[in-house]
Nanobody
Framework: QLVESGGGSVQPGGSLRLSCAVAGPLPDFSSIGWFRQAPGKEREGISCITTRGGNTKYKDSLKGRFTISRDNTKNTVYLQMNNLGAEDTGVYYC????????????????????????????WGQGTQVTVSS
């Protein structure tokens, strides 16, 4: 199971750090991703990180503002979000994401390993992030 925390309300320009606690160790060949769903929009992948090697990927428009990291000893993945704007408002989920083998090691994808189904063991329950003045 995955459990997110760290969401909340913040003013534009503020920061938040989301955490995703994973129950039990992850397989070496695996990845965790962050996904978000803004009001009235489809869920989108925003960042991911491989368990082995810590290789990362970001949605292009978020590079420089968001940073994903992981602490394998704590089975936790983090998403540091800076300079938040109203467009960052939404429900943020962590989930098992697609993993592949690349020339530089494991690679993760901004797509989930399995479709979102409430209660799925591949997905967290989501945490709300609201950016408003």
């Amino acid at each position: 199971q995955l459990v997110e925390s760290g969401g909340g309300s913040v003013q534009p320009g503020g920061s938040l750090r989301l955490s995703c606690a994973v129950a039990g160790p992850l397989p070496d060949f695996s990845s965790i991703g962050w996904f978000r769903q803004a009001p009235g929009k489809e869920r989108e992948g925003i960042s991911c990180i491989t368990t082995r090697g810590g290789n990362t990927k970001y949605k292009d428009s978020l590079k420089g503002r968001f940073t994903i990291s992981r602490d394998n000893t704590k089975n936790t993945v983090y998403l540091q979000m800076n300079n938040l704007g109203a467009e960052d408002t939404g429900v943020y989920y962590c989930a098992r994401s697609a993993t592949s083998s690349g020339a530089s090691g494991d690679e993760c994808g901004l797509i989930p390993r399995s479709p979102y189904i409430p209660g799925s063991s591949d997905w967290g329950q989501g945490t709300q992030v609201t950016v408003s003045s």
